[in-house]
Every structure is written in C-alpha cells, then in structure tokens.
C-alpha cells in the first residue's frame, strides 16, 4: 500500500427513514417516505467515505445495514483500492449471487470507497476519473400525477428550468394513461421533454397498445414498460414502438447491462448506481454504452450521478428524484435545469441533527 493510500479503518452503517417533498405513486403504491441506509467508511486517514442507498421499504432496512456492517468488517485493514476490492466482494458472494440486497450493499460499499479516494485526493470525483465537474441536464422526477391537483408543482419544476418532466403511468387503463399524458403535455408545452414510466406494469401486448395510443404526445421515451428482466419483450415491444425504450435501472451489474445491450432491449439505458455495482460497476457499463452509441441516463442518486454522467460518454440525462434531501448536509443545487458535481469525492455529508430526528433502529 502505497502512503498516500487510505485503508479501510472501520464501517458503520445507519437506517433513517427520510421524508420527501412529495409522494411518489407508482403502479404497485405510493412511497410516502424514503427509506435509506447511510454508509460510513472510516479510514486509517481521518478521512470518512460516505454513500447512501434506497431501501425500497421499511422491512429491508434492518438486513441491509447488518449486511454492509458484516462485510465492512471482512474488509478492515484493507487499501481503498475500488478495482480490487470489487473482485474480493465478487469472489465473496459468487456462489450466492449479486442479485438483491447483497448486490446494494455491495453497490452502496463501493460508492463509499471512490468518495474517500476522491477526499483523499482532495479532487471531486469527476475529476479524479480524468473528466470534470460541469452541469448536467436535469429532468424532474414525479410519480402518477393528477394534472389539475399537481399543476403547480409541474409549473414550479419548469420555473427552476427543467427541460424534462418524467410521469408515471399503469396504475389505471388506457383511457386514464391518455388523459393524463394529454393534459401534462397541455400544461409543460411542445418543448419540454416528457417521459413516461410504466415501472414494469404491462405485459408486452399491452404495452405495445398504449405506447401505439400515447405516440401522438410526442413522448422522449417509455421507460421499463415490461417485467426488467424480460430483455425479449423489451426487444419485441421496441420492435414496433414509435417511442425510444428506456429501461436499466433495475438490471444488475455490468454484465445484466451486457445481456440487455446484445438483446436490444432498450434504445436508451439508465443505471442505478445502487445495482450496477456503484462507481465501478457505472464505469464498465459506460464503455459498453459508447461502444453501442447508447445514449446513457442516471437513476436516483443525483448527487454521486453527477460526478458519473460528467465522464459518461454517452450522457444524456440526471434524474432528479431528491430522496436524500431531508438528511443532507448540503442537498444539490438545481440551477437552471441542471445539476453539477461539487465538492471532494462524491460531495455527500451528513446532517447530523436530520439523521438523528429521522433514524430508525
């Protein structure tokens, strides 16, 4: 090990369940709130590597801050070498499978590595990755929406200067799709971006009905309108669509990315840091992506998203979901429509006086 690299002192990890400015609703319910674990990697340095990851539910909480706790302690003493401790991680659970809470807390371990490398560095970790801090074009991020009860937040997200809108859709039939798609695309204009989220509902016939019927207004893309893992109804459903297909955030690893790419499964992909393996994981699948001109999205995490699409080749867009919100130090900072890396590694800290008021045992 090198002097100038830190090492692995201890890992803490704590559940806080965090509100949110607004509910997002979806297909199968509504999040109200947002349960997180927050990852604290102390090093031999003084220097703390922080990451967050989204626990989905309340119930996942408890078992991820044991996993990441548990294979913390595996790992003390060890250099904060990512690469390295990427393959030790594999070798760990190769047998059991990376899928799942094993594969998020792996994901959430990783992030907190690259942030104490960047510390360390005193670099924000764009840079350290050979690329630079510079703004990345936003889209705002909301669940079902009514058109008339939630008007003033669509106008408020276009006041801050998105030029993308994301709804949700199929938590109803066609006719309830159309009208809403219809009366969002009436209030945000002809040249904002829309996208519209099916979170896996639809079966591939269905899915290929109401795309046909919704194509009139004009949508940037169609994410996840078919089971995750069914990369051939992605593929047949894209076949016909006159929509771009978006999906990936719920494919594991660099290699589900690879499975999905040689499928055709989508037009666009969108990691979720948390499931891709955390910084690692998004670098090897970003080469894939510029290999396939695949143009290359984020999902959740738009601080750490930030540093990533920055030496993404293909970037195209940050979501903008502000789960964490609540909990940080110093929440990002909109400007414009866009978002831009800041501060050393990831840039996350901790409220701590938040943390407190919103944890959970």
């Given amino acids: 090990m090198s002097a100038t690299t830190p090492a692995i002192r201890g890992v803490k990890a704590r559940a806080v369940v965090a509100p949110i400015s607004r509910p997002v609703k979806n297909a199968f319910g509504v999040i109200e709130a947002a349960p997180l674990v927050l990852i604290d990697v102390a090093t031999d340095q003084g220097i703390t590597g922080r990451a967050y990851i989204f626990a989905y539910a309340r119930l996942t909480l408890a078992p991820l801050v044991h996993l990441i706790e548990e294979i913390g302690r595996d790992l003390t003493g060890k250099p904060i070498a990512p690469f390295d401790l990427m393959a030790q991680m594999d070798a760990k659970f190769r047998l059991l499978g990376w899928q799942g809470l094993v594969g998020m807390a792996v994901s959430g371990l990783d992030m907190a590595f690259w942030d104490a490398l960047g510390q360390a560095a005193g670099q924000p970790l764009a840079r ?3 690329g630079s801090p510079r703004p990345m074009r936003a889209y705002d991020s909301y669940g079902a929406v009514d058109p008339a009860a939630d008007a ?8 801050q200067g998105f030029r993308g809108i994301k709804i949700k859709g199929g938590d109803g039939d066609l006719d309830n799709d159309e009208r809403v798609v219809k009366a969002v695309r ?8 829309l996208m519209l989220d099916f979170n896996q509902s639809l079966d591939p016939s269905e899915a290929s009905r109401r795309i046909a019927r ?12 078919v089971a995750a893992e069914n990369l051939q109804g ?14 990936g955030e719920n494919w594991w690893f660099p290699r589900g990315f690879a499975e999905a790419i040689a499928s055709g499964a989508s037009d666009f992909i969108m990691p979720d840091l948390m499931k891709v393996g955390g910084v690692t994981g998004w670098l090897r699948v970003a080469g894939q992506a510029e290999a396939a001109s695949i143009p290359m999205s984020s999902h959740l995490f738009a601080e750490a998203s930030a540093h990533m699409l920055a030496v993404t080749p293909t970037a195209h867009w940050l979501e903008v979901l502000d789960l964490a919100r609540a909990i940080l130090a110093e929440p990002v900072e909109i400007v414009d429509g866009t978002i831009t890396a800041r501060g050393h590694g990831l840039g996350i800290s901790w409220n701590e006086a938040a943390v407190a008021k919103y944890g959970v045992a």
């Avoid at 009436?186 to 971006?193: K, T, Y």
Wanted: no cysteine; proline share 9%.
């Fill in 128 to 130: 350290l990755l050979g």
């Fill in 152 to 159: 003033n937040d669509l106008r408020r997200s276009l006041e």
């Fill in 186 to 193: 009436g209030l945000i204009g002809p040249d904002i971006a």
């Fill in 214 to 225: 919704l194509a009139p207004y004009d949508l940037h893309w169609i994410e996840e309108p």
């Fill in 234 to 247: 992605h593929a047949s459903v894209r076949e016909t669509s006159p929509v771009s297909i978006q999906s």
